[in-house]
């Protein structure tokens, strides 16, 4: 006889919110000809569970509202406005802290897998006029939190605790997985929370590091032109953004470098899509069209002599498959509406009734 004497660690999380965070870093490794970086590595937001970058924020500012006395579960409405994913990641929280939550978004197609999502996570979803945009949104909600006095917003556009907790968790992580080799980050601006806060803890540890925000070539508001309609959903909200501004108060809208951001860059609709699909059939990765855009301008500056040798570090916001509905997804769709009639052919002859073009 012999005794087995094993030693265990318990590793779990008390709930959901424990797995934000430490997202992967992948190597691509397919890239196109032309470019002659070191390495460009892509940082999987996607990987949170609730699918974006957005749990970070949507965790902390519950919990700082939360510190501060402003909300408390079983009391309180938790109500904001959102194209998607920050809605995605704050009805996860809620539902995991015993929150009512009312997610707004504006009534347009490519929101389907949103409105699922929040819903299938308990939340309520009202749907706004497509043709009022962000600003028939906060109109919605602002008569909301006026007429109930414990619905409470963490008004994603505004709030601290949005870009705190990227200072705080998303630079450090990249830092430390790259091990300080990082000579380009490239990220896109939804509420630009992201790309200013990780952006300047970057500069802190090393100042010449170059930081690129992306735009949509259709709404390139940060350096003063106008908004027009465009699919890359979740960055160009066709406002100016108070974490950008922020990063130089008194300097206007235009090109060049603000603050920690070195370069605004920026992609076509139809380039995001092109990207995305990139990315999925050369590097298996499914990323969404903001990832897409990202890439697309990572790819750009890889070209570039002066990136020669460099690394670049992109973020990518979110997994593609949340986009079903979105012409991202297009020809597939087209293709499976053939592939997969309705109803069905259940003849039993001939046995093979489809191949993929």
Known sequence: FFELSCQYTMSYHENVL??????????????????????????????????SVKDRIAKNMIEQAEKDGLISPGKSTVVELTSGNTGIGLSMVCAALGYKCIIVMPQLPPMSERYILCRKFGADVHLTAGARGIPGMQEYVKDLLAKNPDYWCPSQFENPANPQVHYDTTGPEIWEQTGGDIDYLVAGAGTGGTVSAVGRFLKEKNPNIKVVCV?????????????????????????????????????????????????????????????????AKKEGLLVGPTSGAAIKVAMDIAKRPEANGKTIVVISASSGIRYVQHPLWAAERAEVAKALPSPPNMDPEPLLLWKSP
């Open 18 to 51: 424990g797995c934000i965070g430490n997202t992967p870093m992948v190597k691509l490794n397919r890239l196109p000809q032309g470019t002659d970086v070191r390495k460009m590595l892509v940082k999987l937001e996607m990987q949170n569970p609730g699918g």
């Open 215 to 279: 735009e949509p070539t259709e709404s390139r508001v940060l350096v003063g032109n106008k908004h027009t309609k465009h699919t890359i959903v979740g960055i160009g909200a066709g406002i100016p953004l108070k974490f950008i501004k922020e990063l130089a108060p008194e300097q206007e809208w235009g090109e060049g470098p603000r603050g920690a951001i070195d370069e605004f860059c920026h992609c076509s609709s139809e380039e995001a899509i092109e990207h995305a699909d990139y990315m």
